[in-house]
């Protein structure tokens, strides 16, 4: 399976409206169309996963800022949107030799965790 093909995937979970999957360093492997995270927002959110520490700027991400919502938890991270009309997650998941980042629907937050985490499990599995 290619990394598009997991972007694809990863769109079907519940709510999701951008995906992509980032090496360590914050650059894409496949990104959902529309989907353009830089490189050091990427990183930040990879360093947040860790365990690293969020300060108080908050966390922006294609425009779109966040704050930090919960510490990561055995390698997931949520975060939510501040402004704008409509509310977004963003599940960031540590796998083993990347991240995969998901934005969905504040709506959705619970079962878009859950996808994320069940998908991060499934591409560990694979070893990625």
Known sequence: MSWDDHVKSLMKGPG???AGIFGMDGNPWAKS??????????A??????????????GITLCGIKY???SP??????????????????CN????????VLGVS???SAGASRE??????????????
């Open 16 to 18: 999701m409206q951008m």
């Open 33 to 42: 169309a529309g989907f353009n995270p830089s490189v050091p927002e990427v």
């Open 44 to 57: 930040r959110l990879v360093r947040l996963v860790q365990g690293g520490d969020p300060g108080g700027e």
């Open 67 to 69: 704050m930090y919502r």
């Open 72 to 89: 990561a938890d055995d390698g997931l991270l949520t975060v939510l949107s501040l402004g704008g009309e409509e509310k977004y997650v």
């Open 92 to 99: 960031v998941c540590q796998s083993t030799k990347g991240v």
């Open 105 to 107: 629907l504040a709506s």
């Open 115 to 128: 996808y994320m985490d069940k998908y991060k499990n499934y591409l560990k599995g694979i070893g990625y």
